[in-house]
């Protein structure tokens, strides 16, 4: 069953964004500015030298570092020049001219006092910046106990939709259907997955023309990366079992080995999984952020005798998961009784 903190956290917590991510971010912005390449001048025509300190340690090297300001929107910098591409600090006299020159540097550009040379009042800065952080993280936390409550409160008002849902579900599931009745309706009603895809439209790897392959569909967690589904039949068998083995099966084993369908399945998603990795910098230029992307494949329907070896194999699959349509059916009934049982804090 699905806990209140866990749902509140899934709903609510807003991503961290990456170093790469914020990279990639960068570089498609620059795109976007400009379709031609700049006109790079020289830097001593485009730059002003206001001030230079030399840097000299005890060596053959030579080091400086250089007060300079833009031309075209004075705006103030330093620069280290070095005549070498490996600078080394031999010993604390060339330290302390480096920060001596440094704290001269700055205070010309305008940043601040200038850099403090002792450590320990850079310590109280830091510590006092903590502090403050931690304010405004109880803030944070406190608005998103408020979202969180807003949102359980529409989520209570859509309980009768998800109602219509699991009965349309299990009607399709009991009767004649097709794989593609299921996907269907799957993809149009994401919340049966779990609330981490709660209202998440499906994204189709065939859209964006880089393999002739295509995964069913992609749905985005609510830490903004995505997941690949595999929708197969649900009168595909698990496993070939013997209807002469009274016992219930701990795992898959040689006499009672996994069916055909759910072998070919792993082996669609295992190539999904490859594929994701190989296009994952293409599809990042879209928008499509696959990180360590968890292939799940829905299959079948759960016998007692299979329950157990279901649950076993999928413990030895890192990034895969098997579902069947009782798992998923129940999960989702879970999730509209925990929403049912919610109550809103005040």
């Known amino acids: 069953m699905i806990e209140k903190e866990e749902i509140t956290k899934k709903i609510t917590d807003p991503p961290d964004i990456t170093l790469p991510e914020m990279k990639d971010r960068i570089k498609k912005i620059a795109r976007q500015v400009t379709n031609k390449k700049a006109t790079i001048l020289p830097w001593?025509?485009?730059?002003?030298i206001i001030k230079e300190f030399s840097i000299n340690p005890p060596s053959t090297?030579?080091?400086?570092?250089?007060?300079?300001?833009r031309k075209h929107d004075h705006k103030k910098y330093l620069r280290l020049r070095r005549f070498r591409q490996n600078f080394n600090i031999h010993t604390p006299e060339h330290l302390a001219n480096i920060l001596?020159?440094?704290k001269k540097a700055t205070k010309i550009v305008g940043w601040g006092k200038g850099i403090e040379s002792q450590s320990l009042k850079l310590m109280e800065k830091i510590d006092s910046l903590t502090e403050a952080d931690y304010k405004n993280r109880e803030r944070i936390h406190e608005l998103s106990r408020k979202l969180a409550d807003l949102r359980m409160i529409q989520l209570n008002m859509d309980i009768p939709k998800f109602k219509r849902d699991l009965a349309e579900f299990k009607n399709l599931l009991d009767g004649e259907h097709h794989e593609n009745d299921l996907q269907e309706f799957l993809e149009k009603n994401t919340w049966l997955f779990g609330p981490e895809y709660l209202e998440k439209q499906p994204v189709y790897f065939s859209q964006f023309s880089l393999s002739d392959s295509r995964f069913d569909f992609m749905l985005q967690r609510y830490d903004t990366f995505y997941d690949i589904f595999e929708i197969k039949t649900a009168k595909a068998p698990?496993?070939?079992i013997d209807p002469s083995a009274l016992h219930d099966?701990?795992?898959p084993t040689r006499k009672e080995p996994i069916s055909g369908e759910l072998k070919?399945?792993?082996s669609?998603?295992?190539?999904?999984?490859?594929?994701?990795?190989?296009?994952a910098r293409e599809l990042r230029k879209n928008g499509i952020v696959l990180h360590k992307p968890k292939g799940k494949i829905i299959i079948g329907r759960r016998t007692k005798k299979e329950e157990k070896a279901i649950a076993t194999l999928n413990s030895y699959l890192s990034h895969i998961e098997i579902m069947t349509y009782d798992d998923l059916l129940l999960k989702s009934q879970g999730f509209v009784e925990m929403i049912k049982r919610r109550r809103i804090t005040e």
Not at 44 to 48: E, G, L, Q, R, V
Not at 61 to 69: G, R, S
Not at 271 to 279: K, P, Q
């Open 61 to 69: 090297t030579w080091m400086k570092l250089t007060v300079a300001e």
């Open 44 to 48: 001593k025509d485009s730059n002003k």
């Open 249 to 251: 099966l701990d795992s």
């Open 238 to 240: 698990l496993l070939n």
């Open 268 to 279: 669609q998603m295992i190539g999904y999984l490859e594929l994701a990795n190989i296009f």
């Open 100 to 102: 001596d020159a440094s």
């Open 264 to 266: 070919n399945a792993l």
